[in-house]
């Protein structure tokens, strides 16, 4: 039952493009089988009403239901309907009691309903046509007033205008409820489309005024700018010719707004500038190219265009646009520029030969002094020991002392020959760059310098997992150098500490050695980098060359080194790599 409620209500109901005119029709058409078939059909058989009046109720009941039918499948037959309850009226005036009876009062739902259901003339034609068959009607009962069927008792008259004052005004109030409804709906959402219409224009002005403020920075942008802008229709007409336009063309906007290139280039430059629009017009791709003009003071200038298809908001080719550029400048500095270049790769190439040659004679010179300068040390040697061997006896305590000083300095020289080959040679050696592990190669060379000295106490703390890239055998010598100066400084120490780390200093690694020696005062700190530079006495044996060599190390790397340090409080050797 619910089922069948739920779809009669869905279908009486429904909402159609035409409006609530055709829902209204439906209700209508319910409410009319319901009752001329369900309460005035009943009511004329309880009063013994003429048996003819229940049979064109019955009738119109039926036919109703028919059109209701035919609503629900879409078909609307709106005239059917009004012509249908004329038809039943006309055949019950008489025989429903006239004027006295309640027939009357249904022709306020034609009058009603005729306005509501159609538009126009229409309208009108049908409202006419339900006055006119009232006075029709009324008009035959005044001249045949016999054919008026009366009530048979005053309680069927009375009964029987209830119920068609019921009825008729059932369904008037139905019609102008809906009628009303739609109104407010109506009101509402024309209330609601005047308020969404408010905020449109509002927001259309919002937009509007960003429009013109875009296009004032727009046009701006494109008067001020150094580059020429221009625009092109499809004709090759100018439509837009800014300031830097005009100064390098020379030509004012005026002048070449409407007009194409040949207003304003001689013919060649204008005929190649066409040629290339027609080509954009065609591929609608966007291509570089250069022309040369001559500009207002009559000097040659080149000048770098880009061009390419414009096109409207629904992607069809208007026109062209382009920016110019003039490039003589830059090219010419370009041209100056290659110049230099080429002679200086003349020079770096003069220069590099100057430098191997400077480099082959420094090899010169250094195998001259290993071989010139030791040949004399190993005489000096020779002949002390002779001395000794031979006139050992004879020589006086203090002849022996000053040959062991000879012995020594000789000693001392060559050590020194041997350092400056070796710093010598840092500087021509090729660097093979491989990971090194820094904690392992300082720990094995403090080791060796512990167990050198067995009788000394030491201490030597590395950081673990130490990493760098260099080369494996310079890095060892840069250790070797540091950790021996830091055992060699530490000498008077109960217990020499020497420890290597690493402490972070932005995207490099920072390591260190550092050691609890003798130290050095910070004012000499420039000096201790330099070759035969040293800040102590002769009680530390040494050439000076250690520290030079560290620093030519550091510098083949890439990186720096620099010192710290406190007389009697230790020194601290700091060095990072590329």
């Known amino acids: 039952m619910e089922s069948l409620v739920a779809r009669l209500r869905n279908c009486i109901w429904r909402i159609d493009e035409q409006g609530m005119e055709m829902p209204l029709f ?16 009943p009511t004329n058989y309880l009063h013994h009403r003429p048996g003819e009046i229940n049979a064109a109720l019955l ?14 499948r879409g078909t609307h037959h709106v005239k059917a309907f009004f012509f249908l309850l004329l038809f039943l009226l006309n055949l019950v005036w008489f025989p429903g009691g006239g004027t006295s009876g309640s027939v009357g009062y249904f022709f306020f739902c034609l009058f009603l309903y005729a306005p509501i259901f159609f538009r126009g003339r229409t309208r009108w034609l049908l409202l006419l046509i339900a006055v006119g068959d009232a006075v029709l009607l009324l008009a035959a009962e005044l001249q045949f007033p016999g054919s008026v069927v009366h009530y048979g008792a005053a309680s069927d008259r009375t009964a029987d205008l209830a119920v068609g004052l019921v009825s008729s005004a059932l ?49 701006a942008v494109i008067e001020g700018t150094t580059d020429a802008v221009f625009v092109k229709n499809l004709q090759g007409q100018y439509l837009l010719f800014n300031r830097a336009a005009e100064v390098m063309t020379g030509v004012s906007a005026g002048m070449a707004l409407g007009n194409d290139d040949s207003a304003i280039f001689t013919p060649e430059v204008a005929q190649k500038a066409m040629e290339k629009d027609r080509l954009i017009l065609k591929t609608r791709e966007t291509y570089t190219h250069e022309l040369h003009i001559l500009s207002p003071d009559g000097e ?7 061009k390419g298809p414009l096109q409207d908001g629904k992607g069809n080719v208007v026109g062209v646009f382009g920016v110019s550029r003039d490039v003589t400048e830059r090219r010419r500095m370009a041209q100056e520029l290659r110049k230099l270049n080429e002679e200086l790769e003349l020079r770096v190439a003069e220069r590099t030969v100057r430098l191997e040659a400077a480099m082959r004679e420094q090899e010169s010179f250094s195998y001259s002094v290993s071989h010139d300068l030791r040949g004399p040390l190993r005489h000096i040697n020779s002949y002390t020991a002779i001395i000794e061997e031979e006139f050992g006896d004879e020589l006086p305590k203090e002849a022996k002392q000053y040959m062991d000083r000879i012995r020594n300095s000789s000693r001392i020289m060559g050590d020194l020959i041997d350092d400056l080959l070796e710093l010598s040679r840092i500087g021509r050696s090729e660097l093979r760059k491989v990971p090194v592990n820094l904690s392992e190669l300082a720990r094995v060379i403090g080791n060796e310098l512990l167990e050198s000295e067995p009788a000394r ?16 055998v310079l890095l060892g010598q840069l250790l070797e150098n540091l950790l021996g100066n830091a055992w060699k400084y530490s000498r008077g120490r109960d217990l020499a500490r020497i ?29 201790l980098f330099g070759p035969f530079q040293r800040l102590h006495g002769s009680e530390f044996e040494g050439t000076g060359i250690g520290l030079a060599t560290v620093k030519r190390i550091v510098e083949r790397h890439g990186g720096s080194v620099w010192a710290q340090g406190e007389i009697d409080a230790g020194a601290t050797i700091y060095f990072t790599l590329s």
């Open 26 to 41: 439906r209700l209508l058409c319910l409410a009319a089988t319901v009752i001329s078939l369900f309460v005035i059909i």
């Open 59 to 72: 009738c119109f009941g039926l036919s109703s239901f028919w059109l209701l039918r035919r609503a629900c």
């Open 171 to 219: 369904c008037c109030s139905i019609m102008l409820w809906v009628l009303l409804e739609q109104y407010d709906r109506e009101q509402r959402r024309l209330l609601a489309l005047n308020q969404e219409l408010r905020l449109t224009i509002d927001d259309r002005a919002c937009v509007e005024s960003s429009m013109l403020q875009n296009r004032e920075l727009l046009h």
């Open 300 to 306: 040659p200038r080149v000048l770098e265009a880009i």
């Open 457 to 472: 106490r030491g201490e030597l703390v590395v950081e673990p997992g130490l990493q760098a890239h260099g080369d494996r």
């Open 499 to 527: 420890e290597v780390g690493k402490s972070s200093s932005g995207e490099r690694d920072l390591f260190f050695v550092r050691d609890n020696g003798v130290g050095f005062d910070m004012a000499y700190q420039d000096k």
